[in-house]
């Protein structure tokens, strides 16, 4: 999908939108966003806990985010987390476009009571994940907290970013996986703003990304 070209008000920039639908035989996954969005989300996954970091995302990164997905719950909740991760990426990698504009960088340290976490990320066209969470419990609800990680090695691919997550405190994994994605969305929101300096330009001294 290419981004639009309907303008945005008071802005030389366009629309940054996408809508990107993955189908295999486990899972249908349907992503629409709106990077310079009001924070509006509406997710459906069938994974409640997933459906709530999704949340995280649109709120605290003001991205107007609508997931549906279906998936072979009955299994486990693994290739749907997986395949929601996969196809956020690509949905962000089409708004982002060229990447032409853009802050580039983002990082932010969330506090959610006890815990705190640090993220710093790039869209520097190199997916690396370097992820440093130590999550007590082996689940929150009925979530499997190793699905954390995978989602955010899905997320990183198919953006293709580069992402590092630390965990500075935290004993509760409730606190310390929100407070994760609060501080991923928050470091997302910067990166993606647009520098007014850069007009048009892409932030690499290469000229690509």
């Not at 629309?15 to 189908?23: D, L, P």
């Not at 349907?30 to 509406?42: A, F, P, R, Y």
């Not at 994605?181 to 932030?203: N, V, W």
Request: proline letters at 3%; hydrophobic letters at 40%; one cysteine or more.
């Amino acid at each position: 999908m290419q981004t639009s070209d309907r303008p945005l008000a008071s802005s030389f920039q366009f629309a940054r939108t996408a809508s990107v639908t993955r189908k295999t035989g486990e899972t249908d996954v349907q992503v629409s966003l709106n990077l310079d969005g009001t924070g509006h989300c509406v997710a459906k996954t069938g994974v409640p806990f997933l459906d709530h970091m999704l949340h995280q995302i649109s709120s605290h990164g003001l991205i107007d985010l609508d997931v549906q997905a279906t998936g072979d719950i009955e299994i486990d909740d693994h290739h749907t987390n997986e395949d929601v991760g996969i196809t956020l990426g690509m949905a962000l990698a089409q708004a982002l476009g060229d990447r032409k504009g853009i802050v580039r960088f983002g990082h932010f340290v969330a506090p959610l009571d006890e815990a705190l976490i640090q993220v710093a990320l790039d869209f520097s066209g190199r997916p690396h994940l370097s992820y440093g969470l130590e999550i007590p419990t082996q689940r929150v609800g009925t979530y499997d907290t190793q699905l954390v990680r995978e989602f955010f090695v899905a997320i990183v691919n198919h953006a293709q970013m580069t992402l590092h997550i630390r965990q500075l405190d935290g004993i509760n994994s409730h606190h310390i996986i929100e407070a994760t994605f609060k501080a991923f969305a928050r470091s997302l929101r910067m990166a993606t703003e647009i520098d007014p300096r850069r007009a048009h330009t892409i932030p690499s001294s290469k000229g690509v990304l």
